[in-house]
């Protein structure tokens, strides 16, 4: 269980109707925003889209999410009892729209064409009458996908569009979080990683290239891996207060993406893999582990034979992120349940003086996402 991050000086926002600062707001109002009839618009098509997978293992089963983010069982006999009933359904919601993403324990992903997300609730919230970290990594989650939805939906056509603000709509994303939270009193913390697919426009009418918006805060993980050549093309830094208490967001924290979140551009090719993982992979699996496991599982599905001819499954594409995400939890999962497992956790462990031996159990949860042209 990692340590929640409670500074002396820490203050909880009572009021939340104050306007963000200006700086935070001209990336999204002045560069990208159209006008008020422009926003029914479709998002600009972009030439390249992700193709993707997900696997998720918890720790222990997710906790209901409380009102009124779910809509508790009906006292009364008279309202309907189908199962289809909302209330049955035992799905998120927030401000009367679905979430979006996943939760797993206390983690939540989410997947699109373009984005791809993971956040990593601090499970010692669980030990608070009023804690939810599944909540929160959620509802970040979901703001922050919705944001950059806007913000795509609201961008100029020409010039190629603009450019993606990950830093600015993540902190408009924790900013909904806390007007949804703080009237309510739901507490709790995450870390959050996310990477968002762009390009670059063509040079004298040659052809674009495909560029990754990459953007953490705290200790998952965003890593790129090229198949081709087994290489890691780039990897996200963790962010620690100090061991096993990364920077995160939410309750009491002093850390927000305006000013802790770092973001980067990272050149693409078409067949590179993305990877967005909570912790639970990177603490039980080493770098090369995880590159090996990529190109064996890209490998395999390549090999099936009894594939129909018509069906591409080039680098994994047409179903094979969802084989190479569920092989990367599976290894994982198999380190942190070994007690007699090596793991990245032990190692770090011990050189911070503690005594620990084998896997670390936790939530894991693997985004897999192809780069591939956007021909469909």
């Known amino acids: 269980m990692r340590a929640i991050r409670l500074p002396v000086t820490a203050v909880i926002p009572t009021s939340l109707s104050a306007p963000l600062p200006p700086r935070l707001l001209n990336p999204l109002r002045h560069r990208c925003l159209s006008s008020a009839s422009d926003r029914r618009r479709k998002p600009p098509r972009l030439p390249f889209r992700f193709d993707t997978g997900i696997a998720l293992s918890a720790k222990r089963a997710p906790r209901p999410f409380p009102p009124p983010f779910l809509s508790p069982p ?25 979430l979006r993403g996943l939760t797993n324990g206390d983690d939540a992903v989410y997947v699109s064409d373009f984005f791809v997300c993971a956040n990593d609730g601090v499970g010692a919230w669980a030990t608070r009458p009023r804690g939810h970290a599944g909540l929160w990594s959620r509802l970040i989650l979901h703001f922050w996908a919705a944001a950059i939805e806007e913000e795509r939906t609201n961008a100029s056509s020409s010039e190629g569009g603009c450019h993606p603000h990950p830093v600015a709509t993540l902190q408009a994303a924790y900013r909904k979080t806390l007007d949804a939270t703080v009237t309510h009193d739901w507490q709790g913390t995450t870390t959050t990683c996310g990477a968002q697919l762009h390009y670059k426009s063509p040079d004298h009418g040659g052809e674009p290239a495909p560029l990754l918006y990459v953007t953490n ?30 920077r995160q967001l939410g309750t009491n924290s002093p ?89 990245p956790f032990m190692e770090r462990a011990i050189e911070e003086g503690l005594a620990s031996e084998g896997g670390k159990p936790d939530d894991i949860s693997v985004v897999a996402a192809l780069c591939i042209k956007n021909d469909a």
């Open 74 to 98: 009906s006292a009364s006999f008279s309202d309907p009892l189908s199962t289809h009933h909302q209330s049955r359904a035992r799905r998120g919601y927030v401000n009367g729209e679905l």
């Open 217 to 246: 805060l705290g200790d998952s993980r965003v890593m790129v891996v090229r198949p081709r050549t087994r290489d890691v093309v780039y990897k996200t830094t963790e962010q620690w207060h100090w061991f096993d208490c990364p």
């Open 255 to 343: 850390d927000t993406p305006e000013v802790n979140a770092v973001t980067e551009a990272v050149d693409l090719e078409v067949g590179d893999v993305v990877l967005a993982m909570s912790d639970g992979v990177v603490d039980n699996l080493w770098e090369h582990e995880i590159v090996e496991s990529v190109v064996k599982s890209i490998a395999n599905w390549e090999s099936i034979e009894d594939q129909p001819s018509h069906v591409d499954r080039t680098g994994g594409r047409n179903g094979g992120m969802n084989t190479l995400a569920d092989d990367l939890m599976k290894a994982a999962r198999t380190v942190a349940m070994d007690p007699f497992a090596e793991s």
